[in-house]
């Protein structure tokens, strides 16, 4: 999902705190609690050091665990395929972020 919705490169600390610590799997990251998704954390290259992921980033997990439960719910479907391009492409996600997503109503 990180990189196939998100586009998130292998240099992005997106990237790098989900997939290059080991979140293979799109459950892997849906059943991230918000506590677990604030305190992810990725190694920066230039300093050597582990730095916490940035908050539009971190908001950027939490809405997209919203939008695959919206997708589940409104499309009456078991399973998101984040392959099919009809169903998850990064303009449907920023379409949902932008028009539905409300982060004190998370039932669109």
């Not at 399973?79 to 932008?98: E, G, H, M, P, Q």
């Amino acid at each position: 999902m990180v990189e196939n919705i998100l586009q998130a490169a292998p240099d992005d600390p997106l990237h790098q705190c989900t997939i290059g610590s080991g979140f293979n799997s799109k459950s892997d990251l849906l059943s991230l609690s918000d506590a677990d998704i604030a305190s992810l954390t990725y190694k920066d290259m230039a300093t050597g050091s582990e730095e916490s992921l940035q908050v539009f980033k971190i908001n950027r997990i939490t809405i997209l665990k919203a939008w695959n439960q919206y997708l589940l719910a409104h499309l009456t479907i078991e399973r998101v395929d984040c392959i099919d391009k009809s169903v998850a492409s990064l303009d449907a996600y920023n379409t949902f972020w932008v028009s539905l997503y409300d982060p004190d109503n998370l039932n669109p």
